[in-house]
Every structure is written in structure tokens, then in C-alpha cells.
């Protein structure tokens, strides 16, 4: 069909009438080779409020991929991905409008300044209640790589589509728009769509809407496909699709999901009992075909099912399978029916899906360990880990985040959570919170509301609000607590057992509240593991006292079946037999596990180490307290042997944590830290360091990379002496108190931080500041720059040690935190390990330590790729000298940024550097080998 024609024809049909529905009507011509569409659409928009419209907004999400300053751009910096940011002009896409019509008279349009995939169209009559309108448009789009989002056209050619063409936004009283955010959370009215599709004949086209005909030129295959009341559909136009269609009475399943190697048959009764389930439990299916595709399940994916390398048969095939199935039918399922804004309401389809993800393992695989397989296996079966059940894991990465103050309310949009709540933590508390309450009303008055819900709103428009009103009149329960304290706010559950009073044939005991919420909790008495009666105790302001009856009950414990997400459950038992009934027993383990609450867990892992070059690899054992669950008191001693040095070295450190909710300043931590270790040939250094750090960040917006940190340290410091080595001084003891406040906003684009230090010595006290400063531009340069200044307020060293003078190329580090694998070598490659402080020049010149004061800038700048050039400048003052003007220059090859990077020098004040002798020797390296710095890599990602 000629494209023009087709547009003239819909023009003429719709004009500014009355209509009992939205309408979209596209025609796309796929040109693939070009990674194009060309679109003529048409959109019927009814004015559902009650409010008089003059202007219409749409959401033309092919235009988020535009340029490297949208808010999908930002958003995947702000995870630290650079695809975007480094991606080819041809790998992103955009959308261009060429017309925007009504009736066949221009209209007035833009983009929104800071959201240029929303458009907003100003209509040239009124638009009344009740009443439709109708917007013609001609526009291309140009497809992203699929690499950004999982949507768009593959390295292959096949193209993932979704949000590919123009839709109207909602008007609910006020317009709900907003950008695309990698969030998949498009708000979309119900609408009837009708798509005429011109796709290379060498393609395949896959859709969950209904083909009505299907026609085919020389070049080009023409597909008609319609579907009533929808919001999203998905196309795949493939070479090779690998998508299967299993049909039953109900509705299809078309899905590409990784199939474990499963043979056909297991897949369409797994399919099959999946459709039967979600059918019980929701009624029927609006549309004939739902999809489970791979791209759905890699954007919500059931985390811990491939933790370990595939060819580690953790689970069985059929489980695994079976439950990335119905996480993603179910997921759709709910979204494709419930009309409830995805951004701002999420909570409600994260809490039901979790709700009956954990329901179906329930019923279906009750036996399920947390480990699967590896909790039989020998040396495993210790941990309490092989004790967890499947579903244990959903309360344990909610607690991950809650342990260390991370959390967030449910009820937050989604482009304000954290990437770790976004995609886990805030689903799987939303879904245990919805267990918590069934249990609380019991009798799956939860359940069966839930599923009532689901049948009675199906393709209307709601909010998630309207489940609490729907739910109350089921009940008569008083279940204000979970709507105003579990959903709304970030307040944690921690209940202890105060006091126990027991007489023959009762029990008086006390239940403490720690946290001030109004969530009740549920007291068992138990005789051995044998329950005998649950209670649940409600509105505990701080303390409640109640009486029960003894019943040969000999233990009381709170949360028995762990039900309830609570922070901290160690203090929820008593035990009513003998003197000293509270007292928990010990328990060693070898190697990290699972928090057991009913012992003392003490954990032992063997070390094999390399720290530095004077004691070699050591051998040790670290003994600890810390489980995968962070603790508010934490230990960690670690004996070794250093086998190069033949002697006993090794750590320790006791700290408490003080985490405070609803506060910039959001951790308090203080602790002692020692340690004994080689810092030269023969030559040991002890370091005793007592410390207190206030940590700061915004409350209001935990994605903001902003941090500050307020740190107290008075370390003692005892090193052996030797006469014969340069950086032994006349006092090879001495005390240093440190304050230090830091402040850091770490993105990927703009990168700042800084610092001022202050050090007070016995012979000496000193300020510095430090200030660093990195960009990304669009083209792809880096530039970094970094300045230090630092002044002695006095020094009464002798003239001749440096010991404790500012360092322009290589610091002495009197306060041993610097990672040096060599640091009192002179020469060598351990002498050429470059760590960025103080100075931070590369080449060693003839002044390399400053008594009186020191200021120098370095600056960096890519010349292609990870190849950057560098320049450092700077002023070095020593006592009766007059200050001296240093530079240096050279080539640094950045392979991962802090991390792995090496320096070759080229001119500085030495002259031409790269011609002198033994220039290898000059070449400085940085690197790490420490695990937990390279994880932070990791981290930033998700926290």
C-alpha cells in the first residue's frame, strides 16, 4: 500500500468527533539495511477527565537514544556504563517528526526542553469532555543498537521492539508523562491498535496481536495485525526466530526464553501448567497470546538462579526453566492487565508477582533448598546456608539493603530507587510484605482479595491506592500498619522478648518494640520444635506485657516461620528451661554464612596473601563475626605467616556501626584498628589506630553520588629502627592525630572530589587540600585535574629527614594507608608503583620532598582512545630555599581508570626523559590487587 495514500485515507475517516475509545492506527515500512522505520500514524485521543484539554502530550520514546544529554543517557551514565557515552553516532537512534496534523491543518509542536522524547501538541480547538480527537503524524525513526536497552536492532539485523512508536500520554486531572529511563515503565492509555507493517521479505515478524492478513511483494511481506484495549505490544522481526507457540483453551504462550535444553514435550506441559496457574489464580486472559520472551526475562531476571557457572547443575533444568517462565508470563500478565502507573505505582505488580512466585514454590517445589543441589553435597551441608529454603532468598537481599541503611519506601517512584531496590530489593519486600500480611489476617483473606482485585479491575484504569479500601472491606482487622508504616516509610521490624516470668501453668512475658512503628509481630510457644499455640500481638508502642498459658510450653520465640522481614532476629527466642535461658551457644564455621539468629557465629577462613615484597605471601587465618548480612558490631583478627620474612605478622580491627534513617548524617563508625607487617628488609612497623567517621549523604535522593565523610584517627605507630635505611628517622615511634573531612560526587561524566587534612605530630602539624576534577565530553575526550596544596603550620623535624615532608612524586607514608607493595624501595619496578597523592608528579626530579609547603596541579587529557597525555606543574618550598618551579610530561595509558593505568614520562625538568639512560626505570605503573577495591567496580553499579 503506497504510504501517502494510506494517510490520506486515514485522515479523511477520523475527524474531531465523538469516540467510545482510543485509537492508534500505524503503517511502518521497515528499512532494516538502513536501521529505519518510516511511520504514518494516526491517534484517536478521548478526553476521559472531566477538564477541558487544549493541548495533547505524547511520549516518543525513539527519541530518548538522541544524544548523549537525554534522560535515558544520564541515567545509564549515572550506572557507570559508558556504551552509550562511547557509542558510535550510528549505534543511537532517534525520532524525527516531519508533520503533526489534525484534519489536514498543521499543528503547533515541540519537544519538552530537558525531554526531548515528549512532545507536546497544541490543539486548534478545544478538546471537551467526553470527546475524541484526532492527530495525524508522519515521522522516521532511526534504531538504537539493542546494546542499550535490550530493544532495537541487533548486531544480526533482527530487531527487539518495544515503545517503538508515537503514543499519547495519560490525563488523570493532571498529564502523567515522563522519559524513557531504561525503566520499562511507559504509561500508556488503553487503546485499540491497528498496524499495517511492510518488513523485508528475508524477516520474520513475531507479535502477541492478532495477524488478520498477511501479503507479500517482490521485496516486501505486508502484515495486518489488530488488537483490542492494549497498552504494550512487542514485535520481533527476525532472520531465525526462535520463538514457540504453545495454545491451550485459555490463551498462547509465544516465547523465546532459554529452554535449559529441555526436550519439547517438558516445555509445553511446563507451559501448560504455567497458563493453568496463572488462569486459577486471575480468571481470564483479555487477549489470545501473551509473550515470555528472553529480553523480558534479562530485563527482570529470577536472580540466584545462575549464581554459580552454568555447567554448575545448581538446579534442576525443568525448575529453572519453569520459573523464568512464569516470572515473565506473570509479569506480563499483570502488566498487560492491571492499568496502573508503572512509574509511581510499581509496587503493586512487583508485590503480586512475588506474592505467587513464592506461592508456586510453595506448592509446587516445597522442598526447594536455597542452594539447590550443593546443599547435599559434602561440606556444604554444615552451612546454615543448606538449611535455607528456595524462597529464604527473598528476605535476605531485602535485608542486604536494609542492614546498611539503603532501603527505600515502596510507594517511591522508580526512577528515584537505587538500581539494587529498583530491580530486587523493593520487589521482594513488597512481595514477603504481602506474605507478612496474609499471615497477619490469615485464612488467605490476603490471597483470595488479591486475586479478586486482579479479576475485578482488568483493563480499567487504577491506582495502586485503590488496593487498600478493596482490601479493608474484607477484613475487619486493623491493618492501617501495613499501608502507613510497611508501604510509605523506610521503618525497619525489630522486636525482642524484654522479660519472661514463669509460673506452673503460665507465662508473663514482655515484648519490646525497638523501632516505633505500629507492625505487630506473632509469639509462638513452642515445647522443642513443636508448635503449640501462635498469637499476634499488636500496637506496641515500646513495650506490651501479656499473659499465656504454659501449656508444657519450654520456649517462647517471636517471627517462629520468619514470616515477618524483621532486621534483626537474634534477640526472639527465650528459652524457659534452666537458670541461664537466654544464653546462645556457639557455633564455629569454616568460611562466611548465612546469619543463624539462634547462635554465636564465629567464622574462620584460611588466608593466602601477598601485601607486600618484604614479607611475601603470607598464611594465616582470619577468625570473624561478620556474616553475609552486615552486623552493627563487627570483628576481624587475622594471624599469618610471612614466609619471606619468617615471622608472624597480621590485623585486627573491632568496630561498631550506628546506622540513623531519615538523616543526611546516616552512619556513625567507630572502632579500633591494629596490625604488624614488614615495611623494609628485616624492618616491622606496629600500628595501633583508634578512629571515629560520620558519613553523610542526601536523604532525599539516595541515587545522588554526593558524599561526605568527617574522620577522627590518632594513630601509634611503632617501627623498628635501622640506621642504615633512608627512611628511618632519629623517632621511629610516633603518635599522629588526623582529621579529615571529604566530600566526593562520583559520576561518569563529571567526577569530583575533595579534601583538607589535618595532621598533628609530636615534631610537626600540617594542612592540605586536595581538589580532583574529571569530564567525559560528548566527543569522548576525558580531561582530568587534580590540585594539592599542603603547608607544614610547623615543623620541627631535622632539616635533613623528609620522613614527614609533603612528597611531589612518591610519599613517604608515614601514616601506612597507601598501598605500596614496596614502599621503602629506591629502585626497581616496586620503586616505580605510582600512587596518586600528594604531588602526584610521575617523573623523580632533583627535589622530591617539600619541608615548608608544596602546590602543584596535574592535568590529563585523552589524545585517542585509553591513551591520554599528561602534564604536571607545580611550586615545591623547602627551608631556606627558595621555592622552586617543577614540571613534568608524558603519555599515560589508562586500560581501567584508578585502578590499572601506566605513565611513560617525556620531558620535564630533567629535560627529554624518554632519550635519558634506563628510561624503563622512569615508567610508573598503577595498579591494585586488593579484591574489594576491584568489586567496588561492581558496586557502584547497583548501590
Same mark, same amino acid.
Given at each position: 500500500?503506497?504510504?501517502?495514500?494510506?494517510?490520506?485515507?486515514?485522515s479523511?475517516l477520523?475527524?474531531l468527533?465523538?469516540?467510545?475509545?482510543?485509537?492508534?492506527?500505524?503503517?511502518?515500512?521497515?528499512?532494516?539495511?538502513?536501521?529505519?522505520?518510516?511511520?504514518?500514524?494516526n491517534?484517536?485521543?478521548?478526553?476521559?477527565?472531566?477538564d477541558?484539554l487544549?493541548s495533547?502530550?505524547?511520549?516518543?520514546?525513539g527519541n530518548?537514544?538522541?544524544t548523549?544529554?537525554?534522560?535515558l543517557a544520564?541515567?545509564i551514565?549515572?550506572?557507570y556504563?559508558?556504551?552509550?557515552?562511547?557509542?558510535?553516532?550510528?549505534?543511537?537512534g532517534?525520532?524525527?517528526?516531519t508533520?503533526?496534523?489534525?484534519?489536514?491543518?498543521?499543528?503547533?509542536?515541540?519537544?519538552?526542553?530537558?525531554q526531548?522524547?515528549?512532545?507536546k501538541?497544541?490543539?486548534?480547538?478545544?478538546?471537551?469532555?467526553?470527546?475524541?480527537?484526532?492527530?495525524?503524524?508522519?515521522?522516521?525513526?532511526?534504531?538504537?543498537?539493542?546494546?542499550?536497552?535490550?530493544?532495537g536492532?541487533?548486531?544480526?539485523?533482527?530487531?527487539n521492539l518495544?515503545?517503538?512508536?508515537?503514543?499519547p500520554?495519560?490525563?488523570?486531572g493532571?498529564?502523567?508523562?515522563?522519559?524513557?529511563?531504561?525503566?520499562?515503565?511507559?504509561?500508556?492509555p488503553?487503546?485499540?491498535?491497528?498496524?499495517?507493517?511492510?518488513i523485508?521479505?528475508?524477516?520474520?515478524?513475531t507479535s502477541?496481536?492478532?495477524?488478520n492478513?498477511?501479503?507479500?511483494?517482490?521485496?516486501?511481506?505486508t502484515?495486518?495485525?489488530?488488537?483490542?484495549?492494549?497498552?504494550?505490544?512487542?514485535?520481533?522481526?527476525?532472520?531465525?526466530?526462535?520463538?514457540?507457540t504453545?495454545?491451550?483453551?485459555?490463551?498462547s504462550?509465544v516465547?523465546?526464553?532459554?529452554?535449559?535444553?529441555?526436550?519439547?514435550i517438558?516445555?509445553?506441559?511446563?507451559?501448560e501448567?504455567?497458563?493453568?496457574?496463572?488462569?486459577?489464580?486471575?480468571?481470564?486472559?483479555?487477549?489470545e497470546?501473551?509473550?515470555?520472551?528472553?529480553t523480558?526475562?534479562?530485563?527482570?531476571?529470577?536472580?540466584?538462579?545462575?549464581?554459580l557457572?552454568?555447567?554448575?547443575?545448581?538446579?534442576?533444568?525443568?525448575?529453572?526453566?519453569?520459573?523464568?517462565?512464569?516470572k515473565?508470563?506473570?509479569?506480563?500478565y499483570?502488566?498487560?492487565t492491571?492499568l496502573?502507573?508503572?512509574?509511581?505505582?510499581?509496587?503493586?505488580?512487583?508485590?503480586?508477582?512475588?506474592?505467587?512466585?513464592?506461592n508456586?514454590?510453595?506448592?509446587?517445589?516445597?522442598?526447594?533448598?536455597?542452594?539447590?543441589?550443593?546443599?547435599?553435597?559434602?561440606?556444604?551441608r554444615?552451612?546454615?546456608?543448606?538449611?535455607?529454603?528456595?524462597n529464604?532468598?527473598?528476605?535476605?537481599?531485602?535485608?542486604?539493603?536494609?542492614?546498611?541503611?539503603?532501603?527505600?519506601p515502596?510507594?517511591?517512584?522508580?526512577?528515584?530507587?537505587?538500581?539494587?531496590?529498583?530491580?530486587?530489593?523493593?520487589?521482594?519486600?513488597?512481595?514477603?510484605?504481602?506474605?507478612?500480611?496474609?499471615?497477619?489476617?490469615?485464612?488467605?483473606?490476603?490471597?483470595?482479595?488479591?486475586?479478586?482485585?486482579?479479576?475485578?479491575?482488568? %483493563? #480499567?484504569?487504577?491506582?495502586?491506592? &485503590? +488496593?487498600?479500601?478493596?482490601?479493608k472491606? =474484607? *477484613?475487619?482487622k486493623? /491493618?492501617?500498619?501495613?499501608?502507613?508504616?510497611? %508501604? #510509605?516509610?523506610?521503618?525497619?521490624? &525489630? +522486636?525482642?522478648?524484654?522479660?519472661?516470668? =514463669? *509460673?506452673?501453668?503460665s /507465662?508473663?512475658?514482655?515484648i519490646?518494640?525497638?523501632?516505633?512503628?505500629t507492625?505487630?509481630?506473632?509469639?509462638?510457644?513452642?515445647?522443642?520444635?513443636?508448635?503449640?499455640?501462635?498469637t499476634?500481638?499488636e500496637?506496641?508502642?515500646?513495650?506490651?506485657?501479656?499473659?499465656?498459658?504454659?501449656?508444657?510450653?519450654n520456649?517462647?520465640?517471636l517471627?517462629?516461620?520468619?514470616?515477618?522481614?524483621?532486621?534483626?532476629?537474634?534477640?526472639?527466642?527465650?528459652?524457659?528451661?534452666?537458670?541461664?535461658?537466654?544464653n546462645?551457644?556457639?557455633?564455629?564455621?569454616?568460611?562466611?554464612?548465612?546469619?543463624?539468629?539462634?547462635?554465636?557465629q564465629?567464622?574462620?577462613?584460611?588466608?593466602?596473601?601477598?601485601?607486600?615484597?618484604?614479607d611475601g605471601?603470607t598464611?594465616?587465618?582470619?577468625?570473624?563475626?561478620?556474616t553475609?548480612?552486615k552486623?552493627?558490631?563487627?570483628?576481624?583478627?587475622?594471624p599469618?605467616?610471612?614466609?619471606?620474612?619468617?615471622?608472624?605478622?597480621?590485623s585486627?580491627?573491632?568496630?561498631?556501626?550506628?546506622y540513623?534513617?531519615?538523616?543526611n548524617?546516616?552512619?556513625?563508625?567507630?572502632?579500633?584498628?591494629?596490625g604488624?607487617?614488614s615495611?623494609?628488609?628485616?624492618l616491622?612497623?606496629?600500628?595501633?589506630?583508634?578512629?571515629?567517621?560520620f558519613?553523610?549523604?542526601?536523604?532525599?535522593?539516595?541515587?545522588?553520588?554526593?558524599?561526605q565523610?568527617?574522620?577522627?584517627?590518632?594513630?601509634?605507630?611503632?617501627?623498628?629502627?635501622?640506621?642504615?635505611?633512608?627512611?628511618?628517622?632519629?623517632?621511629?615511634?610516633?603518635n599522629?592525630f588526623n582529621?579529615?573531612?571529604?566530600?566526593?560526587?562520583?559520576?561518569?561524566?563529571?567526577?569530583?572530589?575533595?579534601?583538607?587534612?589535618?595532621?598533628i605530630?609530636k615534631?610537626?602539624?600540617?594542612?592540605?587540600?586536595?581538589f580532583?576534577?574529571?569530564?567525559?565530553?560528548?566527543?569522548?575526550?576525558?580531561?582530568?585535574?587534580?590540585?594539592?596544596?599542603?603547608a607544614?603550620?610547623?615543623?620541627r623535624?631535622?632539616?635533613?629527614?623528609?620522613?614527614?615532608?609533603?612528597?611531589?612524586?612518591?610519599?613517604?607514608?608515614?601514616l601506612?594507608e597507601?598501598?605500596?607493595?614496596?614502599?621503602s624501595?629506591?629502585?626497581?619496578?616496586?620503586?616505580?608503583?605510582?600512587?596518586?597523592?600528594?604531588?602526584?608528579?610521575k617523573?623523580?626530579?632533583?627535589?622530591?620532598?617539600?619541608?615548608?609547603?608544596?602546590?602543584?596541579v596535574?592535568?590529563?587529557?585523552?589524545?585517542?582512545?585509553?591513551?591520554?597525555?599528561?602534564?604536571d606543574?607545580?611550586?615545591?618550598?623547602?627551608?631556606f630555599?627558595?621555592?622552586?618551579?617543577?614540571?613534568?610530561?608524558?603519555?599515560?595509558?589508562?586500560?581501567?581508570?584508578?585502578?590499572?593505568?601506566?605513565?611513560?614520562?617525556?620531558?620535564?625538568?630533567?629535560?627529554?626523559?624518554?632519550?635519558?639512560p634506563q628510561?624503563?626505570?622512569?615508567?610508573?605503573?598503577?595498579?591494585?590487587?586488593?579484591?574489594?577495591?576491584?568489586?567496588?567496580?561492581?558496586?557502584?553499579r547497583?548501590f
Amino acid at each position: 500500500m503506497n504510504l501517502r495514500h494510506f494517510s490520506f485515507t486515514i485522515s479523511l475517516l477520523v475527524g474531531l468527533t465523538c469516540f467510545s475509545q482510543n485509537k492508534i492506527d500505524v503503517h511502518a515500512i521497515f528499512y532494516i539495511e538502513n536501521k529505519q522505520i518510516k511511520i504514518s500514524q494516526n491517534i484517536q485521543y478521548q478526553n476521559t477527565s472531566n477538564d477541558t484539554l487544549h493541548s495533547i502530550y505524547l511520549s516518543n520514546w525513539g527519541n530518548s537514544y538522541a544524544t548523549k544529554t537525554t534522560p535515558l543517557a544520564k541515567r545509564i551514565a549515572d550506572e557507570y556504563r559508558n556504551d552509550f557515552h562511547l557509542a558510535k553516532n550510528d549505534e543511537r537512534g532517534f525520532s524525527i517528526l516531519t508533520s503533526v496534523k489534525s484534519n489536514d491543518t498543521d499543528l503547533v509542536y515541540h519537544d519538552l526542553k530537558s525531554q526531548i522524547d515528549i512532545v507536546k501538541v497544541i490543539l486548534n480547538s478545544a478538546l471537551y469532555p467526553g470527546e475524541s480527537y484526532n492527530i495525524h503524524l508522519e515521522y522516521i525513526v532511526q534504531l538504537p543498537s539493542d546494546k542499550f536497552t535490550g530493544y532495537g536492532i541487533t548486531k544480526t539485523g533482527d530487531l527487539n521492539l518495544k515503545y517503538w512508536y508515537i503514543t499519547p500520554a495519560i490525563y488523570n486531572g493532571e498529564w502523567q508523562y515522563f522519559s524513557n529511563k531504561d525503566l520499562n515503565d511507559l504509561f500508556i492509555p488503553k487503546s485499540d491498535i491497528s498496524l499495517i507493517l511492510e518488513i523485508p521479505k528475508t524477516h520474520t515478524l513475531t507479535s502477541d496481536l492478532n495477524l488478520n492478513k498477511e501479503s507479500q511483494t517482490t521485496d516486501y511481506k505486508t502484515f495486518n495485525l489488530t488488537g483490542k484495549n492494549r497498552t504494550v505490544n512487542k514485535l520481533f522481526i527476525s532472520k531465525t526466530p526462535n520463538f514457540n507457540t504453545v495454545e491451550t483453551n485459555d490463551f498462547s504462550i509465544v516465547s523465546d526464553i532459554d529452554d535449559e535444553d529441555l526436550e519439547i514435550i517438558d516445555k509445553v506441559l511446563i507451559t501448560e501448567k504455567i497458563i493453568k496457574y496463572i488462569t486459577k489464580k486471575f480468571g481470564d486472559y483479555p487477549h489470545e497470546k501473551l509473550f515470555a520472551t528472553q529480553t523480558d526475562y534479562d530485563d527482570n531476571p529470577v536472580y540466584g538462579l545462575n549464581f554459580l557457572p552454568s555447567f554448575i547443575k545448581t538446579y534442576p533444568s525443568h525448575f529453572k526453566y519453569e520459573l523464568k517462565l512464569l516470572k515473565v508470563a506473570l509479569r506480563n500478565y499483570l502488566e498487560n492487565t492491571l492499568l496502573l502507573n508503572p512509574r509511581k505505582d510499581q509496587w503493586l505488580i512487583d508485590g503480586i508477582e512475588i506474592f505467587y512466585l513464592i506461592n508456586y514454590v510453595e506448592e509446587h517445589y516445597p522442598n526447594m533448598k536455597f542452594l539447590g543441589s550443593l546443599a547435599n553435597f559434602w561440606g556444604v551441608r554444615s552451612f546454615h546456608a543448606a538449611d535455607m529454603r528456595f524462597n529464604d532468598k527473598y528476605n535476605l537481599a531485602f535485608m542486604l539493603m536494609a542492614r546498611t541503611n539503603r532501603d527505600q519506601p515502596l510507594v517511591m517512584a522508580k526512577d528515584s530507587l537505587l538500581k539494587f531496590n529498583a530491580n530486587i530489593a523493593n520487589k521482594y519486600k513488597a512481595g514477603i510484605g504481602l506474605k507478612y500480611l496474609d499471615d497477619f489476617v490469615n485464612n488467605h483473606i490476603v490471597e483470595s482479595s488479591i486475586e479478586s482485585f486482579v479479576n475485578d479491575n482488568k %483493563l #480499567k484504569p487504577i491506582q495502586a491506592s &485503590d +488496593f487498600e479500601p478493596y482490601l479493608k472491606s =474484607k *477484613t475487619d482487622k486493623n /491493618i492501617d500498619w501495613f499501608f502507613n508504616d510497611y %508501604l #510509605k516509610t523506610r521503618s525497619k521490624l &525489630d +522486636f525482642k522478648i524484654k522479660n519472661v516470668h =514463669k *509460673t506452673e501453668d503460665s /507465662i508473663t512475658v514482655t515484648i519490646k518494640n525497638k523501632r516505633h512503628n505500629t507492625m505487630p509481630v506473632s509469639l509462638y510457644t513452642l515445647n522443642n520444635d513443636s508448635v503449640i499455640s501462635k498469637t499476634w500481638i499488636e500496637n506496641i508502642s515500646e513495650n506490651k506485657t501479656l499473659t499465656l498459658p504454659r501449656n508444657d510450653a519450654n520456649k517462647l520465640v517471636l517471627n517462629y516461620n520468619s514470616i515477618i522481614p524483621e532486621i534483626n532476629e537474634r534477640d526472639n527466642w527465650k528459652s524457659l528451661k534452666g537458670f541461664f535461658f537466654n544464653n546462645k551457644p556457639l557455633q564455629f564455621r569454616l568460611f562466611k554464612d548465612i546469619e543463624d539468629p539462634y547462635y554465636n557465629q564465629v567464622f574462620f577462613m584460611p588466608l593466602l596473601e601477598f601485601n607486600n615484597i618484604y614479607d611475601g605471601f603470607t598464611l594465616g587465618v582470619k577468625t570473624y563475626n561478620k556474616t553475609l548480612l552486615k552486623k552493627r558490631f563487627s570483628y576481624k583478627f587475622s594471624p599469618q605467616y610471612a614466609f619471606k620474612s619468617r615471622s608472624f605478622t597480621g590485623s585486627g580491627v573491632v568496630a561498631m556501626t550506628h546506622y540513623l534513617e531519615n538523616k543526611n548524617l546516616y552512619a556513625i563508625n567507630y572502632g579500633l584498628v591494629g596490625g604488624y607487617s614488614s615495611y623494609a628488609p628485616d624492618l616491622f612497623v606496629r600500628q595501633i589506630t583508634p578512629s571515629l567517621t560520620f558519613q553523610f549523604r542526601q536523604d532525599d535522593n539516595f541515587r545522588s553520588n554526593k558524599r561526605q565523610m568527617l574522620s577522627f584517627r590518632y594513630l601509634d605507630i611503632h617501627r623498628d629502627k635501622d640506621i642504615n635505611n633512608i627512611y628511618t628517622t632519629d623517632e621511629p615511634s610516633y603518635n599522629v592525630f588526623n582529621a579529615r573531612f571529604i566530600h566526593s560526587n562520583d559520576n561518569l561524566i563529571n567526577y569530583t572530589k575533595w579534601y583538607t587534612d589535618l595532621q598533628i605530630g609530636k615534631t610537626f602539624s600540617k594542612l592540605a587540600f586536595n581538589f580532583e576534577y574529571r569530564h567525559l565530553f560528548h566527543n569522548n575526550r576525558q580531561l582530568n585535574v587534580r590540585s594539592y596544596t599542603g603547608a607544614f603550620l610547623s615543623n620541627r623535624n631535622d632539616i635533613d629527614s623528609d620522613y614527614f615532608s609533603f612528597a611531589l612524586d612518591r610519599p613517604t607514608d608515614y601514616l601506612f594507608e597507601l598501598p605500596y607493595l614496596g614502599r621503602s624501595e629506591s629502585s626497581g619496578i616496586f620503586s616505580q608503583q605510582y600512587i596518586e597523592a600528594e604531588g602526584g608528579f610521575k617523573s623523580k626530579l632533583d627535589t622530591p620532598f617539600a619541608n615548608q609547603w608544596i602546590s602543584t596541579v596535574n592535568v590529563s587529557t585523552t589524545l585517542w582512545r585509553y591513551i591520554l597525555a599528561y602534564g604536571d606543574i607545580g611550586f615545591v618550598k623547602n627551608k631556606f630555599d627558595h621555592a622552586k618551579f617543577v614540571y613534568d610530561s608524558g603519555i599515560r595509558v589508562n586500560l581501567v581508570t584508578d585502578y590499572f593505568e601506566v605513565y611513560f614520562p617525556i620531558y620535564s625538568n630533567l629535560g627529554w626523559e624518554i632519550s635519558q639512560p634506563q628510561y624503563e626505570e622512569r615508567i610508573r605503573i598503577k595498579f591494585t590487587l586488593d579484591p574489594q577495591v576491584l568489586l567496588g567496580l561492581f558496586r557502584r553499579r547497583w548501590f
